[in-house]
Structures are given as C-alpha cells and as structure tokens.
C-alpha cells in the first residue's frame, strides 16, 4: 500500500518588519517541495493573526516548516509555541533561536568560545552617546535580521539620526567599528555533525549588504566560490561549524563574516533560519555544492524528524 504524503505546514508572514521577505521565502518553499510532501500555506498577518488556524489543525500537520524571519519567528517565540502544542518544526530549537537573534548574548557567547565579533558598545532608547568613539561605524538593532534598521556613520553628526532609525525597531542599539573588507558568507546543514556549504564572496551594490542589495538590487555580485585562498576558505567553514555547533542549532544556518585586512575572519551574525527566496544565498550555495532546491528542503525536514 502506498504511503501518503507528510503534510507540511509552511509557516510565513508575521509581525515583523520581514514580512514581505518571509512571504517570499514560505511560497518559494511552497513551490519546490518535493512530490512526497502535502505542502499548504499557514499566513501569519502583519498585526499577527492566523494562529489559531495552525493550532485548530494541529492533527493534521506532520510537520511545520518555518519560513518566518526576525522577531516572532527566528527568535525562539515560535518555536516555543510549537513546543508546547506538540508540533514538529524544523530548523532550530528555541534557546538556539533566541540566543541567535539577539546580537548582545550572541557576542558573549562568541567571546566565551574565543571567536572575533565586532568591537561594540550598547545604547538604551534614549541613551546620550559618550561612551562612543571616533566614526566611522555601524549602528544597528540588537534584535532585527535582513538589516533592518542598520546604516553606516561616518560622521559623528549623523549618529542621533541612526540610533532613530535603529530604535525604531528594537530598545537597544550596537554601535560597533567599521571594519572594510570581504564580506563573505557560509552556510550550514545538519544538526550537531553539521556541514558547511560553499563560501560566497558578497559585493554589495552599495556601501554594505544592506535589505536594498539583498532582495531588490539587481547589481549586487555573489561570487561562487569566494575568490579568496583555500586556507583562508577552510578557517571560515570551521568556524562556522563551531558557531552552529556551540549554539546548537539544527537543520540549517547562515554564518556571516567580514575579512578583516583581507584574511582574518570576523563573525557577524548568524541566521538560524535564513532567506529562502529565489534571491537568496543558502538555495543558491546549495546549488553550488550540487543540491536542487527540493533536495535542500528534503534534507531540511529529515533533519527536523531525527
């Protein structure tokens, strides 16, 4: 008797300033789940209603595949929800997500386990700024992904208005040093024997790799694989297997570095569930190392299910 498909939720929208980006990434994954699954939509709106249809038929799902980024969903909240009901969800769990998302305990983590974050300082809503230094810099949400929220000041006149823009979106803002170089990015499969995928070399239309240069510049270069040197190549790939790994995260991630004076990695950030759009760099560095975008998916779900 042939067995029927694994129904999966695909979850996507939300209450956060992703949820274009997230819509985008929930029907793409729609659209390339492969055969043996029953893929439906689950629309979380902008004011954050549409739960109840997900918990109303939980008996249905198998399995809920979280296309949600930024707050409310990448930030272990979601995660949590599904934990309590029952369901299963891929990507990773909720201490992992959460410590992922907020760049502050990020970094001290990053600290304990002696890999190189950005030199930064913390400015509460409405902090006056003594306590930093010389420009150029960046000033950025403590919370937000797809840099929301984030800009460059090289003058110091231009700091009150960044930390506006950056407050706009979260309590507290980094102001953190500039540091010029490569932008680079390695992505990540598995759980605890996590692999990592092809390094990307990012040059962004404009200054940095801002949401303009992500998702709507067509002029912004990927480069597969990154044009730097072999050793260099391996560094990034084991460090972002321990910034996986010491966070625990499952199923997939994104590890973002700079390449201080061209060769020393710096870890950014990391994205425990990276864009997932046709644009986006995880399918294409799946590619690269040969994977379709089903396969991808595939593989994420099974990683989900052990």
């Known amino acids: 008797m042939k067995k029927d498909k694994i129904n999966v939720a695909v979850l996507m929208g939300g209450k956060t300033a992703e949820h274009d980006i997230s819509m985008l990434s929930g029907k793409e994954v729609l659209k390339n789940l492969s055969e043996k699954y029953r893929g439906f939509p689950v629309i979380i709106s902008r004011n954050g209603q549409g739960w109840q249809e997900l918990l109303s038929n939980k008996n249905k799902i198998d399995i809920v595949f979280i296309a949600m980024h930024g707050p409310y969903g990448e930030d272990g909240t979601v995660q949590g929800m599904l934990e309590l009901a029952g369901i299963k969800y891929t990507g990773s769990r909720v201490l992992a997500s959460a410590l992922g998302m907020d760049k502050i305990a990020f970094r001290k983590l990053m600290k304990a386990v002696a890999i190189q974050t950005p030199r930064h300082v913390e400015l509460k809503k409405g902090e006056r700024t003594t306590k930093v230094g010389k420009p150029p810099y960046f000033v950025k949400p403590y919370d937000q992904g797809s840099s929301v929220g984030v800009s460059i000041v090289r003058k110091k006149s231009g700091l009150a208005k960044s930390l506006k823009a950056a407050w706009k979106y979260s309590d507290v803002a980094l102001v953190e040093e500039f540091i010029p170089g490569t932008e680079v990015t390695c992505a990540l499969l598995g759980n605890e024997d996590s692999i990592p995928l092809p390094v990307v070399e990012i040059?962004?239309?404009?200054?940095?790799?801002?949401?303009?240069?992500?998702?709507?510049?067509?002029?912004?270069?990927?480069?597969?694989p990154a044009r730097i040197s072999n050793t260099t190549t391996k560094r990034i790939q084991e460090i972002a297997v321990k910034v996986h790994q010491t966070l625990g995260c499952r199923g997939f991630s994104r590890v973002d570095f700079i390449l201080r004076n061209g060769k020393t990695p710096v870890v950014l950030e990391i994205n425990t569930i990276p864009g997932l759009t046709s644009m986006s760099l995880l399918p294409k560095a799946a590619a690269a190392a040969g994977m379709s975008y089903p396969q991808l998916l595939d593989r994420i779900?099974?990683?989900?299910?052990n």
């Open 203 to 224: 040059i962004p239309s404009g200054e940095f790799f801002d949401y303009k240069s992500k998702y709507t510049d067509k002029k912004t270069q990927e480069i597969f």
């Open 301 to 305: 779900v099974q990683y989900a299910t």
